[in-house]
C-alpha cells in the first residue's frame, strides 16, 4: 500500500468528488485526506507522520477561516511544508489572484473547468504530472 498522500483543501463537496472522480479514473494509488480550509491543512500538517507522507496539496483559493492565500503565507515560513508542492485549483481566473499565488509559492496554478469532463481531464494532468513524475525533497 502507497503511504503518500495527496491533501485536498477544498471546502466545496461537489469539486472534492469531481476530484476524487478523477484520481479514481487515473487509478491513482495515493491515499486522499481531505480538510475544509487552511487552518485544518495546517493543523494536518502538524502531525509528523502526515506531514512525511503527503506528496502534494490541491489548495483552493476562497475558503472560511483561512483562505488558501493565507495558507501559502504561513507556508513560506514553515520549512517542512515549504518542500510540499502546492498546487492552486480554484475557480478564479483573475491576473492579479494567479499573480500573489506564485507570489506566495504556488508551484502551479490551475482554474478549475465548470464542464466534468474537462475538471477530470484537469485532475488526471496534475495527477500525472505532480504525482508520477515530480520528486520532493
Known amino acids: 500500500m502507497n503511504d503518500e498522500l495527496i491533501l485536498i483543501v477544498e471546502d466545496n463537496d461537489d469539486d472534492v468528488l469531481m476530484i476524487k472522480r478523477g484520481f479514481k479514473k487515473g487509478k491513482i494509488g495515493n491515499k486522499i ?32 477561516i483561512m483562505n488558501g492565500f493565507e495558507f501559502l503565507g504561513k507556508r513560506m515560513n514553515l520549512a517542512d511544508i515549504k518542500n510540499i508542492p502546492v498546487v492552486i485549483l480554484t475557480s478564479s481566473t483573475r491576473h492579479e489572484d494567479i499573480q500573489k499565488a506564485y507570489d506566495l509559492g504556488c508551484n ?27 520528486k520532493k525533497p
Open 108 to 134: 502551479s496554478y490551475v482554474e478549475k473547468p465548470l464542464e466534468p469532463k474537462k475538471f477530470i481531464e484537469a485532475i488526471l494532468s496534475i495527477e500525472s504530472f505532480w504525482v508520477y513524475f515530480s
Open 33 to 64: 485526506h481531505r480538510v475544509t480550509n487552511g487552518a485544518e491543512a495546517l493543523s494536518f500538517l502538524n502531525d509528523k507522520n502526515n506531514l512525511k507522507n503527503t506528496k502534494l496539496i490541491l489548495l483552493d483559493l476562497n475558503m472560511e
